[in-house]
């Protein structure tokens, strides 16, 4: 007698609950979003305001990096501000390699905080864990008004053990509509559902909808071929990428490109889905020029990828 795994079953019935649904869906559209690019093209009188304040949230002890990954790519990919609300205590200071960076110690006041920076653009996620601090920083980015919020990694995680979490999400998407992306990898997909990585893995598109119908949020569900969907756009894929990504900091590179993008374009006539879209395609496609070089798949590094993204994205003007 075959033996089962024990999430055998959890993946056979999600699989049968969308076998219908996978019937009659037609294949996602390939995403076509680098001609959005040329929107970006700055004006010779612009100043750091026009190109937006982007705020970042995270950066727990032991997990600093992930922070410091996502502020570096608001920087490269244009953001006239980037501020990192560190949680660890002992990075909280200057960088001296990336002086541009404006690191502080994140307030035990969020609410305060949030509405005296007063951010164009508010990411959290990357290194955020789960401590008192890092649910506070959550509930008061969910609550900040109207500007678009980049929710990931860690923070993802909280809305999935919190019910109270996830109605706030709900609550801001319905006063302030396509202002509020998600970007998880199969796992944080799979604890928002309450499935396995592995049945995600086994009907991504069908995951995608649920995920959008759960949290009423513009969703990227990351890995080969990421997919993009919101409440009022159809399932896109991105038919770029390669495995040279699967190196921990890829996400936290996205999240802080998304923030970027989405900044800039609140002058420069970017919504968030845009953004987004912008933000996916142009990551993988930099992957991909630098595999071409033969900078890559092995030993690709997040870093790396920042700067690639830079150069095309200033091709692409």
């Known amino acids: 007698m075959a033996l089962l795994h024990p999430n055998s079953s959890r993946i056979l019935c999600y699989e049968a609950a969308h076998q219908s649904d996978t019937m009659d869906m037609t294949p996602p559209r390939e ?14 009188s612009e100043h750091k305001g026009s190109a937006g304040k982007v705020l970042l ?8 990096g992930a922070l410091m990954l996502s502020g570096k790519a608001a920087l490269h990919l244009g953001a006239g501000w980037t501020i990192l609300e560190m949680l ?88 302030f509509p396509g202002m509020t992306v998600l970007t ?17 893995q086994a009907n991504r598109t069908a995951a995608l909808s649920d995920l959008v119908k759960l949290t009423n949020s513009i969703v990227v569900l990351k890995g080969q071929h990421t997919l993009v969907a ?6 896109e894929q991105c038919s770029q990428g390669n495995p040279g990504m699967a190196i921990g900091g890829m996400g936290d590179v996205l999240t802080g490109t998304i923030a970027a993008l989405a900044a800039q374009g609140i002058r420069h006539n970017l ?6 879209c912008i933000g996916i395609q142009l990551h993988a496609t930099a992957a991909d020029s630098l595999v071409a070089q033969q900078i890559g798949p092995i030993g690709l590094t997040p870093s790396e990828l920042i700067l690639e993204m830079r150069n095309l994205l200033n091709k692409l003007l």
């Open 184 to 200: 998880p990898h199969p796992g944080e997909a799979a604890h928002l559902l309450n499935i396995t990585a592995a049945a995600i």
């Open 88 to 175: 660890d205590p002992t990075s909280a200071h200057a960088l001296p390699e990336q002086a541009e960076l404006m690191v502080r110690l994140a307030s035990f006041n969020a609410r305060v905080q949030l509405e005296t920076t007063a951010p164009d653009v508010i990411a959290i996620g990357p290194g955020l864990g789960f401590s008192a601090l890092a649910k506070d920083w959550l509930i008061a980015s969910l609550c900040f008004p109207k500007v678009p919020l980049v929710i990931d990694a860690d923070a993802l995680n909280l809305i999935a053990d919190n019910p109270e979490f996830l109605d706030l999400l709900k609550q801001r998407n319905t006063a």
């Open 271 to 276: 919504d968030l889905w845009e953004s987004s």
């Open 57 to 64: 949230v995270g950066g727990a002890p032991g997990m600093a």
């Open 31 to 44: 995403l076509k979003s680098l001609e959005l690019i040329t929107r970006l093209k700055r004006a010779p």
């Open 230 to 235: 919101s409440p009022l756009h159809p399932v």
